[in-house]
T-cell receptor, first 117, second 113 residues
Framework: SQTIHQWPATLVQPVGSPLSLECTVEGTSNPNLYWYRQAAGRGLQLLFYSVGIGQISSEVPQNLSASRPQDRQFILSSKKLLLSDSGFYLC????????????????FGNGTRLTVT | RKEVEQDPGPFNVPEGATVAFNCTYSNSASQSFFWYRQDCRKEPKLLMSVYSSGNEDGRFTAQLNRASQYISLLIRDSKLSDSATYLCVADRGSNSSASKIIFGSGTRLSIRP
């Protein structure tokens, strides 16, 4: 089964500073990869997904960008953080288990809790 | 309208009670459905997939009603350890190779002794 590594676990950054969150996956090749954000007390919002190296799809216009420089590496970035970028950032990939339809359920990394001050 | 909607709760029930959550989804083309559990300040973890015929895993039963586009989760004989937020999940049903998985905002459950 896959293992998803995310770091750092927590991060406190000032407004206007840059951001780089990294996600790496083990135990699978050419996975679809996803970035979600969860604001405090809210649900998960899909930010980006990627089907392969260099292929990024954005779900919502925002202050963030994503890149996939290697097959099992997915990076979330920002040039200048906003207060509204605070949240719990989760990287995910399909677990490979059989789901109820075409898609297998997602498996998440431990997440990065970002606080922008 | 949200793509996946849940009652946010909180549901506060005594230990041993039976509790049920419902969730509605807006995309009739959705094919894959799941329930996740999320503990405070942790990542969501898969509880169970939801199959058309309904499925059971111990004290947990999930059902899908395609005609009404809702999914349910039933927890029997609830335990203190069941206290968590339960997330309803559906895909967008697209044929793309990276079908988008959409999460509801979650229903908070608190089991009291």
């Amino acid at each position: 089964s896959q293992t998803i590594h995310q770091w750092p676990a927590t991060l406190v950054q000032p407004v206007g500073s840059p951001l780089s969150l990294e996600c790496t996956v083990e135990g699978t090749s050419n996975p679809n990869l996803y970035w979600y954000r969860q604001a405090a007390g809210r649900g998960l919002q899909l930010l980006f997904y990627s089907v392969g190296i260099g292929q990024i799809s954005s779900e919502v216009p925002q202050n963030l960008s994503a890149s996939r420089p290697q097959d099992r590496q997915f990076i979330l970035s920002s040039k200048k953080l906003l207060l509204s970028d605070s949240g719990f950032y989760l990287c995910a990939c399909p677990s490979g288990d059989r789901g109820s339809g075409e898609n297998s359920p997602l498996h998440f990394g431990n997440g990065t809790r970002l606080t922008v001050t | 309208r949200k793509e996946v909607e849940q009652d946010p709760g909180p549901f506060n029930v005594p230990e041993g009670a039976t509790v049920a959550f419902n969730c509605t989804y807006s995309n009739s083309a959705s094919q894959s459905f799941f329930w996740y559990r999320q503990d405070c300040r942790k990542e969501p973890k898969l509880l169970m997939s939801v199959y058309s015929s309904g499925n059971e895993d111990g004290r947990f039963t999930a059902q899908l009603n395609r005609a009404s586009q809702y999914i349910s989760l039933l927890i029997r004989d609830s335990k203190l350890s069941d206290s968590a937020t339960y997330l309803c999940v559906a895909d967008r049903g697209s044929n793309s190779s990276a079908s988008k998985i959409i999460f509801g905002s979650g229903t908070r459950l608190s089991i009291r002794p």
